[in-house]
């Protein structure tokens, strides 16, 4: 990122230098947990097949025009989610009460973060359980304990989510740019080669018809109401929108650069990442008898199963979970920047200071899901533990809403005409279509998807 700039049309937190470091920036968000850790255990918990449809259309058709709305409102806006918002709202001479929208976000990327820290702890943990040699022949109750054991162990969980807590405010409070992107230009081409290595051993050693069956045989009668509200939630989490993420790094984006092309490019990868990660695991799981609904532990289950039956296996497990640490890492990073740039302009702090609040609040939240595993496993909610609440409460309930009022406000309350000089001046077909997924589309399936699951249409 260049250097602040301090007039009122301006970013003040700095740009990003190049096109390039944009989108390794966004990619880098979305590519994460959710593509590697989340996508494969969701869709085994909701059947597969099925699952897998409504989660690539929800991708294309409502996450996609809504990440090209959020890069939109940031870079008009030029501030912090919520600021951002307010301006462009004040601008179309509609209600500064848009800002909530944005407050909102911040709020649903502090919770997320809480507990993807703990995840990514995991993971953390897994490069030294690895190196240790403990997955070298393992067989299924071998990862199967080992796994329990770490997930179980509150104190270890705790380290390792401190530690993942404090390398990520580290490069929030440097200032978004320096390190990421040097970072994500190397490390994402070597987790994608990694996991094309991970395939073709899937596909010699596993099940893989039975892995490719499950995961593309669609069967709408496993698919219930709730599994749809699920694919939806992923559809945003995995491309990091509806909480701003993506409108904070677009606050950031040089005038002259081209939002259409560089999200295709991110969403295609970001869904390519996912189908390889599921095509990967399920083969294995199903040709080692581990369960496809194990939940939250089925990466950290299968995967070293591969790593044990593989020569040179003990470097590939720590290769592995280096590479998904620090995918973890740059997802993080964007989950935290929309709250600390609006605290940095909202208290007029530094931002090494707002880092360091903002990093405490967060890790004390996380402790919910580090006991969730261990201490309170039995303490449930509606019948889901801290963890699956809080999962289920960002995922399902905040990023759709906070995506919903996104699409909305960008298509039809911001000016259509400044719209079309920040998109397409010659309003082509991308522009129309973007209108229209965005003005009908994304919004429609939304509250269908909304109603559907809380049995609107039944009762
Ligand atoms: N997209 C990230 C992932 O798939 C998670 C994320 C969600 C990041 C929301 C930012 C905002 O892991």
């Known amino acids: 990122m260049t250097?602040?700039?301090?007039?009122?049309?301006?970013?003040?937190?700095?740009?990003?230098?190049?096109?390039?470091?944009?989108?390794?920036?966004?990619?880098?968000?979305?590519?994460?947990?959710?593509?590697?850790?989340?996508?494969?255990?969701?869709?085994?918990?909701?059947?597969g097949g099925a699952f897998v449809l409504v989660y690539i259309?929800?991708?294309?058709?409502?996450?996609?025009?809504?990440?090209?709305?959020?890069?939109?409102?940031?870079?008009?806006?030029?501030?912090?989610?919520?600021s951002s918002m307010e301006a462009m709202a004040l601008q179309s001479s509609s209600s500064?009460?848009?800002?909530?929208?944005?407050?909102?976000?911040?709020l649903s990327g502090v919770l997320i973060l809480?507990?993807?820290?703990?995840?990514?702890?995991w993971s953390l943990a897994y490069i030294?359980?690895?190196?240790?040699?403990?997955?070298?022949?393992?067989?299924?109750?071998?990862?199967?304990?080992?796994?329990?054991?770490?997930?179980?162990?509150?104190?270890?969980?705790?380290?390792?989510?401190?530690?993942?807590?404090?390398?990520?405010?580290?490069?929030?409070?440097?200032?978004?740019a320096e390190g990421l992107e040097k970072a994500v230009r190397l490390l994402m081409p070597l987790l994608i080669l990694l996991l094309l290595i991970l395939l073709v051993y899937s596909a010699l050693e596993g099940e893989f018809i039975a892995?490719?069956?499950?995961?593309?045989?669609?069967?709408?009668?496993?698919?219930?109401?709730?599994?749809?509200?699920?694919?939806?939630?992923?559809?945003?989490f995995t491309l990091s929108v509806g909480m701003g993420a993506i409108m904070a790094y677009?606050?950031?984006?040089?005038?002259?650069?081209?939002?259409?092309?560089?999200?295709?490019?991110?969403?295609?990868?970001?869904?390519f990442i996912a189908l390889i990660s599921g095509l990967v695991i399920f083969p294995i799981v199903f040709a080692n008898g581990l369960d496809p609904?194990?939940?939250?532990?089925?990466?950290?289950?299968?995967?070293?199963?591969?790593?044990?039956?593989?020569?040179?296996?003990?470097?590939?497990?720590?290769?592995?979970?280096?590479?998904?640490?620090?995918?973890?890492?740059?997802?993080?990073?964007?989950?935290?920047?929309?709250?600390?740039?609006?605290?940095?302009e909202k208290f007029k702090i530094q931002r090494v200071t707002a880092s360091f609040f903002i990093c405490l609040i967060i890790w004390v939240f996380g402790l919910g899901t580090v006991f969730s595993f261990s201490l309170l496993s039995d303490f449930l909610l509606l019948g889901r533990n801290i963890f699956d609440n809080l999962d289920y409460l960002t995922s399902n309930i905040l990023l759709p809403l906070g995506g919903l009022m996104i699409v909305i406000f960008a298509s039809w309350v911001v000016n259509i005409d400044s719209l079309s000089i920040q998109l397409d001046k010659s309003r082509g077909i991308f522009f129309r279509l973007w209108l229209f997924l965005s003005r009908y589309i994304a919004p429609i399936g939304v509250m269908i998807i909304f109603f559907y699951s809380v049995n609107i249409f039944s009762t």
Do not use: Q
């Open 114 to 121: 809480s507990y993807y820290s703990v995840i990514a702890g």
């Open 211 to 236: 892995g490719l069956s499950f995961m593309f045989a669609p069967r709408f009668h496993d698919l219930t109401a709730d599994g749809i509200l699920v694919a939806l939630g992923h559809a945003f």
């Open 128 to 176: 030294f359980e690895s190196f240790s040699g403990t997955f070298v022949n393992a067989n299924s109750t071998i990862v199967e304990e080992s796994f329990f054991s770490l997930s179980s162990s509150w104190k270890i969980t705790m380290f390792w989510h401190s530690l993942f807590m404090i390398i990520t405010a580290y490069v929030v409070s440097k200032g978004v």
């Open 293 to 344: 609904e194990a939940g939250p532990g089925l990466v950290f289950m299968s995967l070293p199963m591969a790593f044990g039956n593989l020569p040179g296996g003990i470097g590939l497990g720590v290769i592995f979970f280096t590479l998904l640490s620090f995918a973890a890492w740059t997802s993080a990073i964007s989950l935290m920047e929309p709250a600390v740039a609006w605290a940095v």
């Open 250 to 271: 677009g606050a950031y984006l040089p005038d002259n650069m081209s939002i259409g092309r560089i999200s295709i490019s991110v969403v295609l990868a970001d869904t």
């Open 3 to 47: 250097n602040k700039i301090n007039n009122s049309k301006g970013s003040l937190h700095g740009y990003w230098s190049s096109r390039i470091s944009f989108i390794l920036a966004v990619a880098g968000s979305a590519v994460g947990l959710g593509n590697i850790w989340k996508f494969p255990y969701i869709a085994g918990v909701n059947g």
């Open 96 to 106: 500064k009460k848009w800002a909530f929208v944005g407050l909102m976000g911040i």
């Open 57 to 82: 259309l929800c991708v294309f058709l409502i996450g996609l025009p809504i990440l090209v709305s959020e890069i939109l409102i940031g870079r008009m806006g030029r501030r912090n989610p919520a």
